[in-house]
């Protein structure tokens, strides 16, 4: 692969761009394509619970205002142009796991199909256990949610929206999302720092409940609709 000067990007799946820099383009390319088809992934058994929305009543309205809020601040954007699905997460601690929207979400207007609990996360099987209304499977962001709920017992909101802040540290590497490697890689950062970012994926920020992990992205007064 002959680049010259021009500059030459690998655009992940999830829309991650990762630029390539010196002249063994064609070398890079494959060094990224074995790490990122050597992780693991993990498999998703999905039960169904008509009554979930009526149980977590409250907080599925919480997740609704707060995911068409970060639409409209185009922090969470469709998958493309006319797309119902759209890019980001949010997750929060409740009784018996932890509620989370799920894959290809409508984050403009969240439907009860697009919330699930997430019940159980298996690490030795990589396996994780998914409670809806439907057939829907959690977010890719699953993985990484639950591990932030093991490491830091205070932390009960989490967002992930597809936006960076400078403010924040990144991660080394674009791990594929879904991934034992993807839940891993920001756990230390997260140790010093409200928010980090995840290498050419977005941005992930935790707090004590959802309205402060956003607020750590937006003006609190926006989030509080002061």
Request: net charge positive.
């Amino acid at each position: 692969i002959r680049s010259k000067d021009r500059e030459v990007y690998i655009v992940t799946p999830e829309r991650g761009v990762h630029k390539l820099r010196g002249n063994d383009v064609a070398r890079q390319i494959v060094e990224f394509a074995i790490r990122r088809a050597n992780t693991r992934h993990f498999k998703t058994v999905v039960e169904s619970d008509k009554d979930l929305p009526r149980r977590f009543l409250n907080e599925f309205a919480q997740l609704r205002a707060i995911s068409k809020l970060l639409f409209s601040k185009k922090l969470m954007t469709p998958f493309y142009a006319g797309s119902k699905s759209s890019h980001g997460s949010l997750g929060l601690r409740v009784k018996g796991g932890f509620l989370i929207t799920s894959r290809g979400s409508n984050k403009e207007d969240l439907s009860d199909e697009d919330i699930v609990l997430v019940s159980r996360v298996d690490w030795r099987r990589r396996e994780i256990k998914v409670v809806g209304v439907a057939n829907a499977k959690a977010s890719l962001n699953a993985p990484l949610f639950q591990k932030i709920y093991d490491e830091f017992p205070s932390v009960n909101g989490i967002v992930h929206t597809h936006s960076f802040d400078k403010k924040f540290p990144s991660t080394e590497f674009a791990e594929t999302p879904g991934t034992l490697e993807y839940a891993l890689a920001p756990i230390d950062v997260l140790k010093k720092f409200a928010a980090v970012n995840l290498n050419k994926h977005g941005l992930i920020a935790i707090g004590p409940d959802i309205v402060t992990a956003v607020s750590t992205i937006l003006k609190p007064k926006v989030v509080r609709g002061n």
